[in-house]
């Protein structure tokens, strides 16, 4: 009990913050749309990561030594393209009950939170070296029940805030708070971007 109380803990130390990934699940909570879908994916990505972290994953950054340098460029690419489209929303405010009446795919959802999820270079620093890397300092007996509770973390997390996102949609569902909902999306992701770049294996000054 004690390794998955730690496995916990350490869980909810690294996810509990608002990122790309925790703002947009926020957003699709807010929207109404495909929540439990979105929580379902961030949760499951989640705990792949963190149990292949703890059963060896993390020797691919070993293997592929520009895996997490191609991640971070295309990260902040996708950031950066998710920022600029939040922040023309945030210029329109009416275009949110445009959006609202779209027949939005579930499989563009997807694709969309797959982005923030899979395309963010720190998702695996922390999930898959460092609890890989705390969790195999571990006796052998005691990993699988540190994963296990790290990724009770992530399923707590997800549903938390995108359930109780949707439950304050009918007092936030006003255009006026949508325009200011997606201006700070639209300054979070940009800033995400920026720090990334800044703090690329290979900075963008030294591509030129």
């Not at 913050?17 to 749309?33: C, E, P, W």
């Not at 971070?72 to 690419?77: D, L, P, S």
């Not at 052998?140 to 996102?165: M, P, Q």
């Amino acid at each position: 009990m004690l390794a998955a109380l730690d496995g916990f803990l350490l869980g909810a130390s690294l996810i509990v913050a608002i990122g790309a990934q925790n703002a947009f699940v926020i957003r699709q909570g807010l929207l109404g749309r495909f929540v439990l879908w979105i929580c379902l994916f961030c949760a499951v990505s989640d705990a792949i990561l963190i149990w292949g972290g703890v059963y060896g994953l993390s020797a691919l950054t070993n293997v592929i030594p520009l895996f997490i340098p191609f991640m971070t460029y295309g990260g902040a690419g996708f950031l950066l393209w998710f920022g600029i489209s939040a922040f023309r929303r945030a210029l329109r405010p009416n275009s949110i009950i445009s959006e609202q009446r779209d027949a939005s795919s579930l499989r563009m959802a997807l694709l969309t939170c797959a982005g923030f999820t899979w395309l963010n270079p720190h998702v695996y620093l922390d999930t898959v070296i460092l609890l890989g890397s705390v969790a195999n300092a571990r006796p052998l007996e005691e990993r699988t029940v540190f994963a296990l509770g790290a990724s009770v973390t992530s399923f707590t997390w997800f549903f938390t805030i995108g359930l109780g996102a949707m439950a304050l949609k009918p007092w936030l569902d006003r255009p006026r708070i949508w325009q200011a909902i997606d201006g700070i999306i639209a300054a979070i992701m940009v800033m995400l971007a920026t720090k990334l770049l800044l703090a690329a294996p290979f900075g963008a000054l030294h591509l030129f």
